[in-house]
């Protein structure tokens, strides 16, 4: 995410970055989702002093939290992004509830790798066809962290830059 941030503000983007109170404390397991949604709003409240739009992007659980706390908790927001939303748990082959992200009123983008077992391009396409302002962007080769074998080609910082390059255009574009 230090690689997006960067890129993303290097674009001209305002970015806020922050760390789960789980994260700070060096621990593996997170905190239970009420904390992490009390840290993300916080965040959000922060980051309302210094623009008047907010989109909410995260990796992985990051933006899972986020999209809870648009959706469940109604906190308006922009937009929302996400790099790799986790629909399909580790060690399962079931997805995820996803009645959050249907409560969302704010425009969606969703980055899937096609070989990320967590977001898999096919389900997260069910998914992005239920919602009103959604859309799904597919990285080829991409796994979870959006790293490519060589024999694509690109480096896993070409990809990045690619994905920003295309998050800015798209939040630039928002009404």
Request: without cysteine.
């Amino acid at each position: 995410m230090v690689t997006m941030r960067d890129d993303l503000a290097a674009g001209g983007l305002a970015v806020l970055t922050f760390d789960y109170p789980y994260m700070e404390a060096g621990r593996r397991a997170p905190d239970r989702l009420d904390r992490l949604l009390a840290t993300h709003e916080a965040a959000v409240v922060r980051m309302r002093r210094y623009v008047d739009r907010v989109v909410l992007a995260g990796k992985s659980m990051g933006g899972r939290v986020g999209a809870h706390l648009a959706g469940d908790r109604a906190v308006a927001v922009a937009g929302l992004v996400y790099y790799g939303y986790p629909l399909v748990p580790l060690g399962t082959a079931e997805p995820r509830p996803t009645d959050h992200l249907e409560q969302i009123e704010a425009p969606q983008l969703f980055f899937a790798g096609t070989r990320d077992r967590l977001s898999p391009p096919d389900l997260v396409r069910g998914v992005v066809a239920r919602l009103p302002a959604a859309r799904l962007v597919v990285v080829d080769d991409a796994d979870h962290a959006f790293a490519v074998p060589k024999r694509s080609g690109r480096t896993q910082d070409d990809v990045l830059a690619e994905i920003a390059a295309e998050t800015i255009e798209w939040v630039l574009a928002l009404p």
